[in-house]
């Protein structure tokens, strides 16, 4: 085996260790993963601070100290899992069963991988005896999957409200896109923003038993919903997208060349049709209805996930542009996020050094990211220079898009190896910087969006 075999088997076996600790969120009980983690870094002299409310549920901070004045950087991950049905699955989700190459379970993808890899290569650099300029850290939240807790990211940011790392690379993009023109990886300098909302139908109860009794408000959710599939969300292109249209896109209007680039793979166009519009889906529903009366009520939470930039008045009369008219009420809260770090900073530039030497044909993409992620807290409260970067220079970028919150999550033990030669990469090229004047800080204000006509995306 290569001189990358005891990284190798120590990074496989710190994921497989973090998978075998079900923390599908709810309830989360992240402390297992805590505890699996600050005993693999605790012995390679790193220091483990547990930030928590609740002892189920700490945030963890893992901290090789700086020696100076040089910019800090956090790798970013969350120890949660999106819930998931066993019998979905070709494998116990929950055991950290290593097949065919790969690492399965719940979290392998998202993002585990990230939080095995960075945590190994800090204990590397602790183990070396390096020093970096600046405090290299680990910041792993709770509850950022559901992140209504109150545990995660937003108490840990306030409970330790001076942290303020320079640099941060949390959970995004990462997969290698092959493209006519080469393959490319996207860096998330933002993500889209978040709103919800809650349409609530009224209609009239009456006896179950009975033909033609009652009005039934689930039959008339059930027809706005199917409406609300149907509506397509007008082209909206960011400029945080333009380097991806720039490159893969060549000349044109912006729909042309985004067109062209949606074509150079089948993944890049899933990714570049959530990034230029509302992506809207309903995910709760709610039926308070006995069972034998029709239904007179019922509530469909809608998730709606915007471009930057986009109001909330722009997203209701989209909404009702959408549901058309009838017996219902919307209530929306309002759009969350959407900050963009500048995507010109030292921060990038050790990411791209590190593809040089690696994966010497690849260019990185800045772009943005099509999910919420804790990036956009630190990029609120700490104004870090957060990318969403997670490498996978091996894995079909499909199964990565269709496993994540899915079924048959799977990372391959060489993407995780290169994930942990990335984080080692990147965390010696900014612990090396002595000066912390280049670390921009993040521009909070949404960049300007060009509303293109309505057109049909696919
Ligand atoms: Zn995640």
Redesign the pocket.
Known sequence: MSAAGPLRDEVAGLLRRLISCDTSNPPGREAQAAAVLEEHLRPAGLECRRISTDPDRPNLLVRLPGAGAGPSLGFLG?LDVVATRREDWAVEPFAGIERDGAIWGRGAV??KCQVAASAVALATLAREGFRPAGDLMLLLMAD??VGDAGVGSTYFVEALPDLCPDFIVG?GSGERLPTPDGPVYLLDCGVKASASATLTVRGRAGDASLGQAGHDALAELGRLLTRLREHRSPVRIHEAIGPVLDALGGAGTDEQRLARARAADPALDRLLGALTRSIIHATIVDVPAPQNAIPDRAVATLSCILVPGTTEEELEQELRTALGDGPYDLEIVPPKGGLISSADTPLRAAIEAFLAEHDPEARLLPALGYGF?DCDVMREKYGSVAYGFIPFRHGDPMVNLETKHGADERVLVDDLVFQTQAALSVARAIGRLTTRSSASVSSAAPSTITPAAASPSR
């Open positions: 969350h998202d993002m950022e999957e959970e992620s």
